[in-house]
């Protein structure tokens, strides 16, 4: 059994005159994790809890400060017996992509990690894991780069799969993943727990928890308020934060349910998109309106980040026009057209605080910041020093200039917890509606496309 005691964790900051302050992110976190059971961790973004699973594999960054135990089979692990016991005993499954080394194709990936446990290469085994993560062999030779952000998650589980370890640490595994292939994921994973892998899963997905999990531990504040087993997971089981997330899940206010407005018009004629030797998107022709919001709803590995690319400028087509109001999109000044991205861990310059980032686009009001629940003292932090959550809520700020007048959202609200998407979403369509802004929303949740967007664009 894997347990953890009376689990602390503080941050330090130095105030100008050089003193320490330390402030604790979470306190006195107790929960065990038996061998064959599967275990949610949900919260809020920010509370803490890919923190906890770094815990686990003592790879907290240098201003944390760690107290209390963790325990495997009664046994208190120390520092140097953790970092032993990576990769054979725990295996981890990171939130970000990052963690796939870009120098190394996915056949060299996996091929570490058998060799890590000892075992012999084995094409067959490794193309029949594939097919069971519905990945084709071809991309044994593709590089991180080449694979869209849900391909990339189901590589980083196959690398944990491999390992054959007693625990699997999973940080939003489901993430990107379009509704069949996050359920094919979790009956893989719910597999393993049959064979005595115990797993713990962080995620933001609450009905999904629900569905797979034995038990889930909900953080709130540094602390668990909840540790509820599956078969009792019921709102008066629940303790304020908890059910507050769980009542935000049916939907977003139809209120904001309006149809374009006409006006200025994003479009693309004959658009040609091809990603590493294949065709993405062939003579793709449609338009955007202002105040109009187009979802669309694809297949994992289809494209649909590369399109959102494309529409925003950071990449040119193969072929094809991209056009606003007519014109060619602007090279050498503001772009009107602004794109969310799914991984916007990647877009933040990692030496500059995220607020010098926004600063370079424009200067946020508190009011837009309160309203998408960015707090000021996250600006003057590094993007390695908050969460993926945290980055994402930013990401939006940025991309909300005034000037901007079409919004790509790629999966924008996919790292939050369903209370923040919520709100988040009801301020954004407030914006959609005051300016008028045009969204294209590329989203693997058909629940929520079918709430914002006035039409879909459906890819088989």
Not at 14 to 21: E, N
Not at 190 to 208: F, I, M, P, S
Not at 233 to 260: C, D, H, V, Y
Not at 335 to 353: A, D, G, I, M
Request: with cysteine; net charge positive.
């Amino acid at each position: 059994m894997l347990s953890l005691r009376q689990v602390t964790l503080e941050s330090v900051r130095y105030r100008w005159y050089g003193a320490r302050r330390w402030s604790a992110l979470l306190q006195n976190v107790s929960f065990d994790i038996a061998p064959g059971e599967m275990v949610a961790l949900v919260g809020g973004s920010g509370e803490g809890k890919s923190l906890l699973l770094q815990c686990l594999l003592d790879l907290l960054p240098e201003n944390l400060r760690f107290r209390g135990e963790i325990m495997l089979d009664g046994n208190r692990l120390d520092r140097h017996t953790i970092r032993q016991l990576r990769g054979n005993t725990f295996s981890y499954v990171p939130q970000g992509v990052q963690a796939l080394n870009p120098m190394l194709n996915i056949k060299k990936h996996l091929n570490r990690a058998c060799y890590l446990t000892g075992r012999a290469w084995d094409e067959e085994q490794m193309v029949q894991l594939l097919q069971q993560s519905d990945l084709e062999p071809a991309v044994l030779e593709r590089f991180p780069r080449q694979l869209s952000g849900g391909m990339a998650k189901r590589i980083l589980a196959c690398h944990a799969s491999l390992s054959q370890a007693r625990y699997i640490l999973a940080d939003e595994i489901t993430a990107w993943l379009d509704t069949a292939l996050a359920n094919q994921l979790l009956e893989h994973l719910r597999g393993l727990c049959e064979k005595g892998c115990g797993v713990l899963w962080v995620t933001h997905d609450l009905l999904l928890a629900a569905r797979y999990a034995d038990r889930i531990v909900a953080l709130h504040q540094g602390h668990i308020t909840d540790d509820i087993r599956r078969e009792r997971l019921q709102p008066e089981e629940m303790s304020e934060p908890l059910k507050r997330q769980w009542q935000a899940l049916p939907e977003i206010n139809p209120l904001f349910m309006q149809t374009g407005e006409g006006g200025r018009m994003l479009s693309c004629r004959d658009l040609v998109i091809c990603h590493g030797g294949k065709v993405l998107w062939q003579n793709l022709t449609f338009a955007i309106s202002a105040g109009e919001r187009v979802g669309i709803h694809a297949p994992s590995g289809t494209g649909k980040t590369t399109l959102g690319r494309v529409l925003a400028g950071w990449q040119k087509p193969t072929a094809g026009d991209v056009l606003l109001d007519g014109r060619p999109l602007p090279l050498h000044q503001y772009c009107p057209v602004q794109l969310v991205p799914q991984h916007p861990e990647l877009t933040f310059n990692p030496w500059r605080s995220a607020g010098e980032t926004v600063r370079d686009a424009w200067r946020s009001d508190l009011e837009t910041m309160r309203r998408l629940y960015v707090q000021p003292e996250w600006l003057t932090r590094r993007p390695v020093q908050l969460s993926g959550g945290e980055l994402a809520r930013i990401a939006i700020l940025r991309a909300l200039d005034p000037r901007t007048r079409f919004l790509i959202a790629d999966e924008m609200t996919a790292q939050l917890d369903p209370s923040i998407q919520k709100a988040i979403w009801a301020y954004v369509l407030e914006v959609c509606r005051n300016r008028p802004l045009g969204m294209l929303v590329i989203s693997h949740q058909s629940a929520l496309l079918d709430q914002i967007c006035t039409r879909h664009l459906r890819v088989e």
